[in-house]
């Protein structure tokens, strides 16, 4: 391998594209290939939207841009610090420099449907150009070229700091901090710029989006040819600092300790306690808990989030989700603990070697999530409420809080037996102390089904309120017990009936099943749409559908983003039993498509 990958810059650049090409061709199947074609169809519609956006609404073209760069900063982010075919710890020991190592990673990293489409996006800069003549077109071509290889490296820096940084539990929390601060910001960042509004306020965004690198382009095609040369030449020097920046990160990143967690304190180890069953366990999960960089930073990212969030709708003085801090976390708790056992890797046969321990396992589990997650929820939720002054909303929060408690450690443990996704042991995990090693878009699907599933155990309760406003409280409490309970059993029953064939999963990952048809048998038409449709299906259904029928119920006058609220009141219950109905059809497609394949499969196998 060495002969092959140091002759020169060019040929090292060239192996490394082939590499990552062989590996993008020889994971196209299954999910993977449905994943990759529906993620390029979203993309491709997104780039030739803000074409569209250069050719309608010129002015908004560097706020289009600059979506494309918070894509590139977030998105590795909030699948786990990237996905990284090619990692640099491969190449530690190849007779190279840093320098030409992490060119030829670059050139790997374009190699992809990513960079292809926002490049597609791009030309949106020498179509912009048309308007200034011949030489804005050039000038747009040349820029074009140019910020697509700063985002992607602006990305790729990101990501390498962020892998060195997270060294300790305070900096995971802080990533996860972030994270959850820019997820709320991209579903709720239009309140404060409505609540900003007026002249000034657009006056100085126009300059932010141009200042940002994504703008750079736009400024060149607008600028006269001598200084837009000297922005295009100042962009290249930049490109060449985030290189040497990035070189000098990967270098260290392989020199230094890879782990995936908080090594015990010097001295003498503090003793388990001496207790058995489901005790000892939740103590042993509490220290994974407070050890793991992982847990760390996404426990961070769903308090962050559910704290945000209505923060940024106070900005317009809408003060509805306050009361409800604390029942988001819960949610966005549980959707990040989904793949418990996964987490951990093959420890799980420690639990299988001792007989009997399968209840005490599953048990405190539950025990220890919800000592972590209970108290800060019921006190996000009664600080919330007090401070909102919205005294409507008690039923609903004491109602639904142990609701929400006892259907979310019932479902991470059922998941996480029926649904595990394999990862990486902890202690083997690469120098990307955010990434477990596990396949993003499965344990992303698993976080999609906990946020729908969660509260459907709440449903009891929130219609117990509606009928008495303080009936919901006993039953939230009997919902949340039982569902712990009755869950929790089905989990353990589960873990001791396929335990070995879970640990099997985790070390051999999914064994092949040539004859059980799955999504990605579908027509790629099919397959496309069913997975757009389970992306989007809950946003006619639940934010624009049962949310503001329940606001009408109880006689909130809020409007908030709902539609059906803005619009006369003639109108409102139509488009909300529509928008209820359109969420379910897609839902049906996305399951009845899938079934229906299955179902012909096995009739031409008889």
Known sequence: MAHLLTPGPAALAQHMIRMRLALMRNSLRGDNASNLYTGVSLGLILAFGTIAVTVLWPAYLPLALAVWLTGWIFGPIFIGGGSEALRPEYFSMLPATPGRIAAALLAGAFAGP???????????????????????????????????????????????????????????????IVTGTAIALCSNGWAP???????????WSQVLVRVLPSGWGVAAVEAPWPLALAILAANAGVIALLLAAWAGLLSRRVVSAARGGVPPRRGTPRPFPSTSGARIAAAKELRAWWRDLVRIQLLATAFSYAIVTPLLLVTID?????PFAGLIAIVMAAASSANLYGADGTALWLTLMSPGAERADVRGRQLAWLLIVGPAAVVLSLAGTLVSGQTWAWPWVLGLLPALLGGGAGIIVLLAVTSLVPGTDPHKRGGNPLSTGADETAETSLAWLVLVAVPATALPAAGAVLLHPWAGIATGVLTGALSAWGLGKIAYRALENHGIDLLNLMKHGPAPQADKP??????????????????????????QGVAPMVMKI???EDRVWFLALHLPPIWQWPTIIFMIALGLLMYGYAILIPMRLSSSSSAITR
């Open 554 to 556: 109880v006689g909130i």
């Open 193 to 203: 710029v409505a609540a900003l509004g007026g002249t000034d306020t657009a006056a």
């Open 114 to 176: 990513a960079p292809a489409v926002n490049l597609i996006a791009l030309l949106s800069l020498p179509v912009y150009g048309w308007r200034f003549g011949p030489a804005g077109v050039l000038i747009g071509l040349a820029a074009a070229v140019t910020t697509l290889i700063t985002m992607v490296m602006i990305s790729r820096v990101i990501v390498a700091l962020i892998g060195l940084f997270v060294r300790s539990r305070a900096t995971a929390a802080a990533v996860g």
């Open 318 to 322: 809408a003060w509805i989700m306050v």
């Open 518 to 543: 799955t999504t990605a048998d579908l027509p790629i038409r099919h397959r496309i749409g069913v997975t757009i449709t389970y992306t989007i299906a809950w946003l006619p259904l639940f934010p």
